[in-house]
């Protein structure tokens, strides 16, 4: 049996700690950033969700796992929360909020959503790196995250693959908005874990 090479092992490129660390940096620049630009919209968000009859979630793809993780957290802390493709999802109407990501603004399918849920009375909330997109324009709170769309592939916003930075920015953006919305609601982690699933 051939001995193996140690040094062709190694490898060429930066390692998983390196990685971890241009990721860490990125979402720290991007999340001042909205913070910074964008904290108006933010409260405007939190707001419209504090306010809503039942809030409904819709995304794709790896947004879409993001916005199920907020929802969970909304879920926790008592709100009537509902994910847009499950079975036992009602119907949307008056008072009602659509949480909506989607880089582009111009997912086909969030967007007949967003369209359906105006149509039905309902207010649609957008996480997004377009502001003029279709979808913004259906919506009465938008944040606009400055990350690189799917289809940006220049390496100039993000050195990070496709969406990756908005759509980890869209799990950070949901967790801050628990937070907020939870500080605010003056319950403690006590009275919110009995909503956690004991089904599991």
Not at 44 to 59: Q, S
Not at 108 to 117: F, H, K, P
Not at 153 to 179: I, K, N, P, W
């Amino acid at each position: 049996m051939t001995a193996v090479n140690p040094d062709a092992l190694t490898p060429s490129q930066p390692g998983v700690t390196a990685s971890l660390s241009l990721i860490f940096g990125e979402l720290g620049a991007t999340a001042a950033e909205v913070t910074k630009q964008r904290a108006d919209d933010l409260d405007n968000l939190a707001e419209t969700l504090a306010k809503a009859r039942r809030i409904f979630v819709l995304g794709a793809g790896r947004s879409g796992i993001a916005l199920q993780m907020t929802a969970m957290r909304l879920m926790h802390l008592g709100l009537t929360v509902h994910v847009v493709g499950d079975v036992t999802t009602p119907a949307i109407g008056p008072g009602d909020v659509l949480l909506t990501a989607s880089g582009s603004g111009t997912t086909t399918s969030i967007v007949r959503g967003a369209d359906a849920a105006v149509k039905a009375g309902a207010n649609v909330t957008v996480i997004t790196t377009a502001d003029a997109s279709p979808l913004a324009a259906l919506a009465t709170a938008v944040v606009i995250v400055p990350a690189a769309g799917k289809l940006d592939r220049s390496g100039t916003v993000s050195a990070q693959y496709a969406g990756s930075l908005f759509e980890q920015t869209v799990m950070l953006l949901g967790d801050a908005l628990f937070h907020s919305l939870w500080q605010r609601s003056g319950q403690s982690a006590d009275e919110l874990w009995p909503r956690h699933s004991n089904l599991e």
